[in-house]
């Protein structure tokens, strides 16, 4: 899997927007860009995504640069369950079952404060 | 919506035994399931694919004989711990791909937490 940097933690208020940055300098044509969350002691969560255009789903937007080597995620309105650490991951888009491991890095750990 | 359950949530046991953790998938099917490690503080690890009715493919370092992966139907996997020692403690998750949708989403499991004393 190709290679996204994130930054190791980032701080919100409640109530305010929130957007977690990707880097993705290595991505290739057919990469399609995933967003996942894990809380304290629970499994990943999907949260979005997308691969060319941008994205919006119940839970965040999705937005991706014209050369598609970064992304960010956005959070209209950060709420204290928000609080978590997002993994920004690269998936390819073959078929076959191999193409859906997933490579975690260390994800960015949100604070979303009251 | 699609689901994935794991079972036991949390377990405790004593150095020497064997440990089962199941991972269905609900309202679906999978021919493939993936299993992760997740030690304190740190990212997820991949350990294994599961792959219904054949063997599973295991990453790098990861012992097959201490990690069993059976997985006899289209909806449950199980791992199996043998033999467990204080460094096998860790949080196991699993899961599992949608729809075979191309680029879709996984859903994983809750996770189960082994403690081995």
């Known amino acids: 899997d190709a290679k996204t940097t994130q930054p190791n933690s980032m701080e919100s208020n409640e109530e305010e927007p929130v957007h977690l940055p990707c880097n993705h300098s290595?991505?290739?044509?057919?990469?399609?860009i995933h967003w996942y969350r894990q809380l304290p002691s629970q499994g990943p969560e999907y949260v979005i995504h997308?691969?060319?255009s941008n994205v919006n789903n119940r839970m965040a937007s999705l937005a991706i640069a014209e050369d598609r080597k970064s992304s960010t995620l956005i959070l209209h309105r950060a709420t204290l369950r928000d609080a978590a650490v997002y993994y920004c991951?690269?998936?390819?888009?073959?078929?076959?079952?191999?193409?859906?491991?997933?490579?975690f890095g260390k994800g960015t750990l949100l604070t979303v404060n009251p | 919506g699609a689901v994935v359950s794991q079972h036991p949530s949390w377990v405790i046991c004593k150095s020497g035994t064997s440990v089962k953790i199941e991972c269905r998938s609900l309202?679906?099917?999978?021919?493939?399931m993936f299993w992760y490690r997740q030690f304190p503080k740190q990212s997820l690890m991949l350990m294994a694919t599961?792959?219904?009715?054949?063997?599973?493919?295991?990453e790098q370092g990861v012992e097959k004989d201490k990690f069993l992966i059976n997985h006899a139907s289209l909806t449950l996997s199980t791992l199996t711990v043998t033999s467990a020692h204080p460094e096998d403690s860790s949080f196991y998750i699993c899961?599992?791909?949608?729809?075979?949708?191309?680029?879709?989403?996984?859903?994983f499991g809750e996770g189960s937490r082994l403690t081995v004393l």
């Open positions: 599961s792959n219904e009715g054949s063997k599973a493919t295991y």
């Open positions: 290595t991505i290739s044509g057919t990469d399609y």
């Open positions: 997308g691969l060319t």
């Open positions: 899961t599992a791909p949608w729809g075979g949708r191309l680029g879709g989403e996984l859903f």
């Open positions: 991951i690269l998936r390819g888009s073959n078929s076959g079952g191999s193409n859906y491991k997933l490579t």
């Open positions: 309202d679906f099917q999978a021919t493939t």
